[in-house]
């Protein structure tokens, strides 16, 4: 399915005079700018088509190209999916609300980008590794890390909620783009193990690919290029995933680019895809197709999928000082949720108990992982140096000497206080750090 340019076909939002000072929403798929609003004031016109296979109303579109990679896809797998993204969308709406009640520090929601975030997972095979930014939380539950491990690092118990070397699977950046370039040169070390593994005689690695995830905002950071020209000039075997969520923070889309992301790709000598990012069955296929690219060694590929962010850049963030609410009107019919259910009932004939039965696990689900990550408590920070190398290392090793010193120095002086363990103004071990 290639989408109509949106400057051939008619908004469903009735134009009406903008006095807010915001920008115009501008139509999803389209990334020409606006005059007046700070954005650029004519971009280059794209021909790369976006691809669909699911319109708004649950039907399929047939792609030539894209269409064979979903062609095992059943009922039963449609509707994993969409239990997925319920799940990855009721947990957002509880870890927001905990944010508010103090349990957390920060949360990044996700609403909005669910097909993008576990149609691309689904995609992954046993031995690809991923490399998340900071709102994939659908991804990591994709990966079979349970919620309340995820949770520890947004309520600062911990800096590593889990162990990358078990679930092949980074922990968040917070970092804008950083994970970029950590992602190329694992891939490149993939590409270097095949060679080695050759030139000695033995049996080859088994085929894996890296899969990069990160936003509008971070394809402007410059080791996000720098990564680019590396996996280009190594023939990295990596999938550059940009979940373009239109908005980086307050900054619009039309402001940060003249052109879609994925066109990039080409003055980097590999190929970029757009692909509807609010149509699990597109991104499911398009992600297929790109890993088996860069497993095959045929070099890195990038798609962009195009979706919205529904909710706030974060729980620190307030979208109503800079976005319009024509604009989430305008990508209303392309949630992913509705998108998803409109396909179990035209296709499958799914009815709405089914629908409530999933409703209802989910909340059951949600009440036991609620509860599971208030119980938590902060873990031994000295556990943090078990994880820095696969092997022990003298430096690390002098670290932890210095770690231990430092905690051993909180001596209790008053004989009746040293019972309790507590530190200086009553802290206990792992706070005092």
């Known amino acids: ?8 076909r008619e908004s469903p939002v009735t134009p009406t005079e903008n006095t807010s000072g915001k920008p115009e929403p501008t139509d999803p798929h389209d990334a020409r700018a606006t005059a007046g609003t700070g954005a650029h004031p004519a971009t280059v016109e794209s021909t790369l088509p976006v691809v669909g296979l699911l319109d708004e109303t649950g039907a399929r579109v047939q792609d030539s190209r894209f269409s064979p990679w979903i062609e095992d896809l059943g009922r039963q797998e449609i509707e994993e999916i969409y239990r997925s993204m319920l799940r990855a969308r009721r947990l957002d709406e509880m870890a927001t609300s905990l944010q508010r009640q103090g349990q957390m520090v920060l949360w990044p929601p996700l609403r909005g980008q669910e097909a993008a975030q576990v149609a691309s997972a689904r995609a992954l095979g046993t031995e690809d590794y991923v490399f998340p930014s900071y709102r994939e939380h659908a991804v990591i539950l994709e990966r079979g890390i349970p919620a309340e491990e995820m949770m520890t690092q947004f309520r600062g118990h911990t800096a590593s909620s889990w162990k990358p070397s078990e679930t092949r699977t980074q922990i968040y950046s917070l970092v804008l783009g950083a994970q970029v370039p950590h992602a190329v040169g694992y891939a490149m070390g993939i590409t270097q193990d095949q060679k080695l593994a050759a030139e000695e005689g033995q049996n080859p690695p088994p085929e894996a690919a890296v899969l990069v995830y990160y936003g509008d905002g971070a394809s402007t950071e410059g080791e996000v290029h720098e990564s680019m020209v590396f996996a280009a000039s190594y023939d990295a075997p990596v999938v550059f995933f940009v979940q373009n969520n239109q908005w980086a923070i307050s900054v619009p889309f039309s402001t940060q680019s003249r052109v879609p992301l994925a066109t990039r790709a080409a003055g980097y ?3 970029g895809v ?3 990012g609010n149509d699990p069955l597109a991104v499911l296929a398009v992600t297929r197709w790109a890993l088996a690219e860069a497993r ?6 990038m798609i962009e999928a195009e979706t919205f962010r529904l909710g706030a850049h974060t729980t620190a963030d307030d979208p109503t000082k800079y976005r319009r609410t024509d604009e989430e009107q305008l990508w209303a019919p392309r949630d992913p949720l509705l998108r998803t259910r409109n396909l179990l009932e ?6 709405d108990v089914w629908f409530q039965g999933v409703e209802d696990e989910t909340s059951e689900w949600i009440k036991a992982t609620r509860a599971g990550i208030l119980a938590g408590g902060p873990v031994d920070l000295e556990q943090r140096f078990d994880v820095v190398y696969a092997t022990d290392h003298p430096l690390v090793a002098e670290e932890r000497g210095w770690y231990r010193e430092y905690q051993d120095s909180f001596v209790e002086e008053d004989n009746d206080d040293a019972a309790d363990a507590s530190g200086p103004r009553g802290l206990g071990r792992e706070e005092q750090a």
């Open 346 to 351: 035209r296709e499958y004939g799914a009815e």
């Open 1 to 8: 399915m290639t989408i109509q340019p949106s400057h051939q």
């Open 269 to 271: 000598g590999f190929e």
């Open 296 to 301: 095959q060694g045929r070099g890195p590929v």
């Open 274 to 276: 757009r692909v509807d």
